[in-house]
């Protein structure tokens, strides 16, 4: 695997010690120009990786599948066959089965089918500011970020209100399993061989499951109109879904659906308070509104990476790579690529095109969850324009330690209200109910 040892560069990717303080922008930026694929070495047991860091390398090697393979998983770890099969999702899977797969899911995310969410992400949405405008200074990511993504997930997929607390913990704990501050069992630093055969190699991939199975078993008996039942009753190759599909579709849906939208809003924010030119800009132009939240995707990046297996010897950028070689796909170095984006590393509310790689670009691994991701996103920053005036920090955001996502564990932010801002209301949250139409 991979050309042998060499000496490890003077930084590490891997240091996550490193991605807690930042994402090392600087890095990536000198690896676009000196090393567009790089090997690095990693510590025993896994056999390092090739590290791709220009954008149209990751778009071509994303297109491939018949050369790089995501079915020996997404990350760094290198699962057993075994182990691998048991918590196989639909982002491990290469055509055909994949399609197959998506096909159950994509009806759901089409632009249509997520338009008809608009008015209840707009309720959800001052909920949960007129919860937390009248206090002044607040928690973004609690208040906010965390309060919005898992109830529209909740909607969708049908999951009851008194479980959606718990499904965020162990959400966490899950995408987040090398913070010691989010999870008691660290990948990396625990034994998690136990866990193995568990999303996130974690305890609490299998407390995911079990909830899942819950749900799955009410569903098989009383099913009703959701994304839930549609997959319980989804028919492939003439076939049900096993048990196996039903945990790992659940787990992917409740992690993918409600992390990634949830990093995007936070860091979305705090972008507008290191920028704060910017959020006049926004507020004095409302036809910025898409413009400026595909500006928020691609400078979030909220997945950091995916990697992918070379399935048949390839070469990119003079690197030769060979079967089974692990291949790391940056995209948070390719949203920042001078040759597809100008002055990248500049927050731009107007950039036009942005054709960033936060939701991949192009192959059969585009998020499904893309057209809602944005949906989200974009009625947020309209109804915040709306009511807030001014973001300043009041505090020091804290990072998930992590190279995986660009969580953020904590955002204190201050807020200005702005003048003519609609008065703010008695608190009703917003219950999401399983099945119906929103």
């Known amino acids: 695997m991979g050309p042998g040892p060499t000496r490890r560069p003077a930084f590490d990717l891997t240091d996550l010690d490193v991605w807690e303080r930042r994402v090392p922008y600087e890095a990536f930026a000198r690896l676009r120009h000196e090393a567009p694929v790089a090997w690095f070495d990693e510590d025993l047991p896994h056999h390092g990786f090739w590290s791709v860091h220009r954008y149209a390398d990751i778009v071509?090697?994303?297109?491939?599948?018949?050369?790089?393979?995501s079915a020996t998983g997404v990350s760094f770890e290198e699962p057993s066959p075994e182990d691998m099969e048991a918590r196989r999702t639909i982002i491990d899977m290469d055509p055909p089965r994949h399609t197959k797969l998506r096909k159950v899911l994509a009806p759901s995310f089409t632009p249509r089918a997520v338009a008809v969410y608009e008015h209840f992400v707009r309720a959800l949405t001052n909920a949960a500011l007129d919860a937390a405008l009248?206090?002044?200074?607040?928690?973004?990511?609690?208040?906010?970020?965390?309060?919005?993504?898992?109830?529209?997930?909740?909607?969708?997929?049908?999951?009851?209100?008194?479980?959606?607390?718990?499904?965020?913990?162990?959400?966490?704990?899950?995408?987040?399993?090398?913070?010691?501050?989010?999870?008691?069992?660290?990948?990396?630093?625990?034994?998690?061989?136990?866990?193995?055969?568990?999303?996130?190699?974690?305890?609490?991939?299998?407390?995911?499951?079990?909830m899942g199975r819950e749900l799955v078993k009410a569903r098989m008996v009383y099913p009703t109109d959701d994304l839930l039942s549609r997959v319980v009753a989804a028919d492939i190759d003439g076939e049900r879904m096993s048990e196996v599909d039903l945990d790992n579709f659940f787990s992917i849906l409740v992690i993918?659906?409600?992390?990634?939208?949830?990093?995007?809003?936070?860091?979305?924010?705090?972008?507008?308070?290191?920028?704060?030119?910017?959020?006049?800009?926004?507020?004095?132009?409302p036809g910025l509104l898409n413009a400026a939240t595909e500006e928020v995707l691609r400078w979030s990046c909220p997945t950091h990476f995916m990697r992918r297996t070379v399935a048949e010897d390839a070469t990119i950028q003079g690197a030769g790579m060979h079967v089974g070689d692990k291949v790391v796909l940056w995209y948070v170095s390719g949203n920042r690529?001078?040759?597809?984006?100008?002055?990248?590393?500049?927050?731009?509310?107007?950039?036009?095109?942005?054709p960033?790689?936060?939701?991949?670009?192009?192959?059969?691994?585009?998020?499904?969850?893309?057209?809602?991701?944005?949906?989200e996103v974009r009625v947020v920053l309209d109804e915040l324009c709306r009511r807030v005036?001014?973001?300043?920090?009041?505090?020091?955001?804290?990072?998930?330690?992590?190279?995986?996502?660009?969580?953020?564990?904590r955002l204190p932010v201050s807020v200005q209200l702005a003048k003519g801002s609609p008065p703010v209301r008695p608190v009703h949250p917003v219950r999401s109910t399983a099945g119906g139409s929103p």
């Open 389 to 409: 005036s001014r973001f300043e920090l009041a505090g020091d955001p804290a990072r998930t330690r992590t190279n995986f996502t660009n969580g953020l564990k």
């Open 256 to 285: 993918a659906g409600n992390e990634t939208t949830r990093i995007a809003l936070a860091q979305g924010i705090l972008a507008f308070c290191e920028h704060p030119d910017q959020w006049d800009r926004l507020r004095a132009d």
């Open 337 to 354: 690529d001078e040759e597809v984006f100008t002055d990248p590393d500049r927050f731009d509310v107007a950039r036009a095109p942005n």
């Open 134 to 210: 009248p206090l002044g200074e607040f928690d973004f990511v609690h208040h906010v970020a965390k309060q919005v993504p898992i109830r529209v997930l909740a909607r969708i997929m049908g999951l009851p209100e008194e479980q959606l607390d718990e499904l965020i913990d162990v959400g966490d704990k899950l995408i987040a399993n090398t913070d010691p501050e989010l999870t008691d069992v660290v990948w990396g630093r625990d034994d998690t061989d136990p866990y193995r055969r568990y999303p996130f190699r974690s305890p609490y991939g299998k407390q995911l499951w079990d």
């Open 356 to 375: 960033h790689l936060s939701f991949g670009r192009g192959g059969p691994h585009m998020c499904l969850g893309a057209h809602l991701a944005r949906l």
């Open 60 to 69: 071509e090697i994303s297109r491939d599948t018949a050369r790089f393979s």
